[in-house]
C-alpha cells in the first residue's frame, strides 16, 4: 500500500531556532495533509496540499508540496515552546485508506 | 455539536478478556476509521470504514473486528485481549474526498492489558 517516509523522527530545537520535518513518498500523492499533536492528546488537522509545487503559510508555520508530488515539508520559523508537540504527514486515497507518516516529534527548550 | 466522541477513555483488561470500543460521530461522515498509537510511534490503521454497513482492513487488522451498523458509530472489538493491544486507540471520521476530506480525531482511548 501506499507509504509515506518521515524524517527526522525527533527534532530538539532551543526556542527561537526554526524546525523542519520532511515527508517522502515513492509515489505521486494526489494530496497530503499535515496534522499535530499535541503531548496527551490527539491529532489536529492543521493544512492540506493539492497543487504541485504549493506553498502555503500559516503564520510561522510554511507548508510545501513537492513539484512532483512525491515530498512535502513543513517549516516553522522561530520556534516557540507551544509549537511542542508531533507533526505527522498523511495520505488518503480516494478509495478510503489513510496512512500516516510516523511523525516527528519537536521539543523546544527555552 | 460534539464531533468525535470515544468510550470509554480508559480501560484496564486482563489477558483474554473482551471489550468493545466505542465511536461516535456527529458530522455526518462517510469515512470513519480505528487507529492505534503506540508510545513514541505512529498512527497505525486496524480496519476502516467507508460507509455504513460496509468495513475493511488496515495495516493492522489481526485481533480486532469492527462494525459500522449506523452511519454515526463505529465500534472496534477486541474478542481476546493480549499485552500487545495495549495501547492509545484514536478514532477518526471524515467526507470522502474534495475539500472537506480532514479527518477528525477523537479524545482517544487509553487501554492497558495485563
Redesign the interface.
Known amino acids: 500500500?501506499q507509504q509515506v517516509m518521515?524524517i527526522p523522527q525527533y527534532q530538539h530545537v532551543q526556542e527561537g531556532e526554526d524546525f523542519t520535518t520532511y515527508c517522502n513518498s515513492s509515489t505521486t500523492l494526489s494530496n497530503i495533509?499535515w496534522?499535530k499533536q499535541r503531548p496527551g492528546?490527539?491529532?489536529?488537522?492543521l493544512i492540506?496540499l493539492v497543487k504541485s509545487g504549493e506553498v502555503k503559510k500559516q503564520k510561522r508555520l510554511t507548508f510545501q508540496f513537492g513539484e512532483a508530488k512525491k515530498n512535502s515539508s513543513l517549516h516553522i520559523t522561530a520556534t516557540q515552546t507551544t509549537d511542542v508537540g508531533t507533526y505527522?504527514c498523511?495520505v488518503?486515497t480516494?478509495?478510503?485508506?489513510?496512512?500516516?507518516?510516523?511523525?516527528t516529534?519537536l521539543t523546544v527548550k527555552p | 455539536n460534539a464531533g468525535v466522541t470515544q468510550t470509554p477513555k480508559f480501560r484496564v483488561l486482563k489477558t483474554g478478556q473482551s471489550m468493545t470500543l466505542l465511536c461516535a460521530q456527529d458530522m455526518n461522515h462517510e469515512?470513519m476509521?480505528w487507529?492505534r498509537q503506540d508510545p513514541?510511534?505512529?498512527?497505525?490503521?486496524i480496519h476502516?470504514?467507508?460507509g455504513e454497513g460496509t468495513t475493511?482492513k488496515?495495516?493492522v487488522p489481526d485481533g480486532y473486528n469492527v462494525s459500522r451498523l449506523k452511519k454515526q458509530n463505529f465500534l472496534l472489538g477486541l474478542e481476546s485481549a493480549a499485552p500487545s493491544q495495549t495501547s492509545v486507540y484514536?478514532c477518526?471520521s471524515?467526507f470522502?474526498?474534495g475539500?472537506k476530506?480532514?479527518?477528525?480525531?477523537?479524545?482517544?482511548t487509553r487501554l492497558s492489558v495485563l
Open positions: 500500500g518521515q495533509q496534522y492528546g490527539h491529532p489536529v488537522f492540506q505527522f498523511a488518503n480516494n478509495a478510503g485508506k489513510s496512512t500516516f507518516g510516523d511523525g516529534t | 469515512y476509521y487507529y513514541g510511534m505512529g498512527l497505525r490503521l476502516y470504514s467507508v475493511a488496515g495495516e484514536f477518526a471524515r470522502p474526498r475539500g476530506n480532514i479527518q477528525y480525531f477523537g479524545a482517544g
